[in-house]
């Protein structure tokens, strides 16, 4: 388990140990409080294929995250130590096939790194995190106006719950080999019906205010390089990508429906 920390990494470990799979759950500190029975830290930097190396023994599937300048190396130490499966976290863009794009090109290229290292793959493509809606929350603290990008595209966010259960069981099969699986939600939102579900779980009365496109590009690249930014105006502003479209995968998958955004931020009151 790459990414063991992460949105989806966190639930996956969560969802293994529930199995009574046997985990390794990798971190780059190796340092992770309160895991489940099963479960086993390990250090391991993906930038640094040699630190991920002795993790990779007895290991029969991998859960892999994208992106990182070590993946070709560590998919070769993984075949060697032979480990059978691997699940790729991608992204919906990598359908598109704009290696141009900053985004879309580094998820494409980590699944063509993974198809051609010889383990049987599945990749999981799914759309935007409901869990992006916690960036909202230092405004939310702040005040009732909150400000959000690109006001007027409509986007089927999935939990990353659901993402990993999905996972599981492309880990644990080999029904979904040489698939790769687009992940949503249940509902296409406007970011104004998020915050508007925000503010009725957490009893305030949130305004949305929709910021016109150069005021959306100066505070997305306060936090985030420019190529980034470009690859997120080229989807939702020039249209390049579309996630309003709601699949049936979680359902098909886990035979279950995934979770609605309402259900998502009542499990996530707190974080706001």
Do not use: C
Request: hydrophobic share 40%; charged share 25%; no cysteine.
């Amino acid at each position: 388990m790459t990414g063991a920390t992460g949105n989806v990494g966190a639930e996956l470990v969560r969802a293994l140990a529930e199995a009574g799979q046997p985990t390794r759950a990798m971190s780059r500190s190796g340092r992770m409080d309160g895991l489940p029975p099963g479960v086993t830290a390990v250090a391991g930097d993906l930038n640094r294929p040699e630190t991920v190396r002795q993790a990779l023994g007895g290991v029969r599937a991998m859960f892999l995250m994208p992106g990182y300048g070590g993946q070709r190396q560590i998919l070769a130490d993984a075949r060697a130590a032979g480990v059978e499966r691997i699940v790729l976290l991608s992204g919906k863009s990598a359908g598109t096939g704009d290696t141009g794009n900053a985004v879309a090109g580094y998820l494409i290229d980590a699944e063509n790194a993974v198809r051609e290292s010889g383990p049987a793959w599945t990749f999981l493509r799914p759309t935007s995190f409901m869990s992006n809606a916690l960036q909202l929350a230092d405004q939310i603290r702040k005040g009732d106006e909150v400000r959000v990008p690109f006001p007027d595209v409509r986007t089927a966010d999935v939990d990353p719950h659901d993402i990993a259960q999905v996972a599981l069981r492309a880990l644990l099969s080999d029904e979904y080999t040489g698939r790769a699986l687009e992940v949503t939600g249940p509902e296409a939102l406007l970011p104004a019906d998020r915050v508007r579900v925000l503010g009725e779980v957490l009893g305030r009365d949130l305004r949305t205010v929709g910021l016109a496109p150069e005021e959306a590009r100066a505070e997305l690249e306060a936090r985030m390089p420019k190529p980034y930014v470009d690859a997120f105006f080229s989807f939702f502003v020039d249209g390049t990508l579309d996630e309003s479209e709601v699949l049936p995968t979680v359902r098909e998958v886990t035979g279950r429906e995934p979770r609605t955004f309402e259900q998502w931020v009542r499990a996530h009151a707190e974080g706001f």
